[in-house]
């Protein structure tokens, strides 16, 4: 047999290690869900998520990231036992706490993410925490119970370079994506003002602090739901839903339902903050000429109008209306037809035309409705896979594509466009709160003065300041209960 030159054994020797390592390769790089067959999702593809606030609408959340298919849940977190209890049999796996900082503590090593569904008074420094340890974040609407509080976590989404995305499912629907598109085909023109309305709110408002004291039950921590707001002895019928009617919780029928009802005009138009605000509110009156003063309550309805300046155009007029209060219908409305969903609802009017559609941006429609089907506008804006349910996929599909991936820019309501709204939505609350506002009169009579009633806040947004009236500054930013703070440094 013919002796092998040194040059064709270097290459016989070559060929094998190129082989070889081509084949290591491939054992190492093929995608883990294609070795473990069809529906398989490997580890390494898997978001490990930590729950704040599991109970109620926080199991919802709980379950809608679970049901995406690729999350598990490492640790729950709850100060009510008893209504975490779903969440906890459902992972039995994940490891329980009632303090969500000292489940941040133990367990951000092992958490890619984070879920924060508690009331509103809570969401900033849970949200904060997680996002400070490099976590991603979904939290509920509103974002924050503040709009100082919506500014920081806008700028710490940036900052720490975290997936965030705020629980209004309606952003990742196909009705607002339909409404874009129509708009910037001007099937309506150029838009000159907006009304939304609710129905709610459905829990009581504009009442009295109750005075029926009582002792808290067992499986709830009081203090640690507090949290953040002035403590007080615990109340009946507070927990788990009338917390929204009270400022130190929560933030009325607008912070329930703005962020799903204002949010496809927000996109539509692609607005930022307000320019200003002014609002009136429905009254209680508790006697004959007597109106009720309950500063602690949201009121029973109001009406909002805020105002945008857009560069080279006509100022826009944004209205929002709550407590049943609706505005006029159209001319364009048939008699017998619902004016958006029958108890919420957006109108844009447009120097050419108007266009209708329900919560979440549903059913959207042009005026009169017979255009709706006459016009084919191209597709031009990205889908999310099975519409407002498809949401929580949206954002775990972005946390395990990473910050800065395509999945990342098909977020559909991350903290850059959820932030600006948010402030939106509460600037109309400094006006409630500023219309309670009330100062004695100098003559010792025993009467007050409401400086903040009939007048325009005007905003200076970039620094988030009322201009003209500056009790209404001390809503922009509330102070926390010693012990609490907004994040580290």
């Known amino acids: 047999m013919k002796k092998e030159s040194i040059t064709e054994k270097d290459k016989s020797r070559r060929g094998f290690i190129k082989a070889s390592a081509t084949a290591i390769a491939g054992f190492y790089f093929v995608p883990r869900h294609v070795l473990g067959g069809p529906g398989f999702v490997a ?3 898997r978001l490990r998520v930590a729950g704040i606030g599991v109970g109620g609408m926080g199991s919802g959340d709980v379950r809608g990231v679970f049901n995406s298919g690729k999350a598990d849940f490492i640790a729950l977190c709850d100060v009510d036992d008893s209504r975490a209890k779903g969440s906890v049999a459902a992972h039995p796996k994940a490891k329980y706490y009632r303090d969500f900082r000292t489940m941040l503590d133990k ?16 969401h900033a420094i849970q949200a904060m925490a997680a996002m400070q340890l490099g976590k991603h974040v979904y939290v509920q609407k509103p974002l924050t119970h503040d709009i100082y509080e919506a500014r920081m976590l806008t700028e710490a989404a940036e900052k720490y370079k975290v997936v965030t995305q705020m629980g209004n499912q309606g952003s990742s629907g196909e009705g607002v994506r339909k409404m874009v598109e129509w708009y910037n085909a001007g099937l309506i023109g150029e838009a000159t003002k907006v009304w939304s309305w609710t129905d709610r709110p459905v829990w009581p408002q504009g009442i009295p602090w109750p005075s029926d004291n009582a002792t808290p039950p067992a499986d709830l921590d009081w203090d640690l739901w507090l ?21 130190d919780y929560g933030t009325g029928a607008l ?25 009136s509110v429905g009254s209680v009156y508790v006697g004959e000429f007597q109106r009720g003063y309950f500063p602690d309550s949201c009121p029973p309805s109001s009406h909002i109008t805020l105002r945008f300046k857009r560069e080279g155009k006509e100022d826009l007029s944004f209205h929002w209306m709550d407590g049943g209060i609706q505005p006029s ?4 409305l048939g008699p017998n037809e619902v ?30 409705t017979s255009l709706t089907e006459e016009i084919n506008v191209p597709q031009t804006l990205y889908r999310v896979p099975e519409g407002d349910r498809g949401h ?30 948010t402030e939106s939505v509460l600037m109309g609350n400094l006006a409630i709160r500023s219309n309670d506002y009330r100062m004695p009169r100098p003559d010792g009579s025993n009467r007050f003065d409401y400086p903040g009633r009939g007048i325009k806040l005007i905003w200076d947004g970039p620094n988030m300041n009322i201009t003209n009236f500056e009790p209404a500054n001390q809503f922009v930013k509330r102070e926390y209960r010693e012990g609490w703070r907004l994040g580290k440094g």
């Open 107 to 122: 367990e951000h090593k092992n958490i890619d993410a984070v879920t924060v569904s508690t009331p509103d008074h809570m």
């Open 392 to 421: 929580y996929n949206n954002w775990v599909e972005a946390c395990i594509g990473g910050y800065g991936s395509q999945e990342y820019d098909r977020l559909s309501s991350p903290f850059s466009i959820a932030g600006p709204l």
């Open 227 to 247: 949290g953040t707001a002035p403590y007080k002895d615990y109340v009946p019928n507070l927990i788990p839903f009338n917390w929204r009617g009270w400022w």
């Open 329 to 332: 219908r159209p001319e364009e």
């Open 339 to 368: 004016m958006g969903d029958g108890g919420n609802g957006v109108i844009i009017e447009g120097t050419k035309g108007k266009m209708m559609c329900g919560t979440y941006g549903r059913d959207p429609k042009l005026l009169p």
């Open 255 to 279: 912070g329930d339902m703005a962020c799903h009802i204002m949010e496809p005009p927000f996109r539509v138009l692609g607005l930022g903050y307000p320019e200003s605000a002014e609002c």
């Open 43 to 45: 580890p390494s593809d």
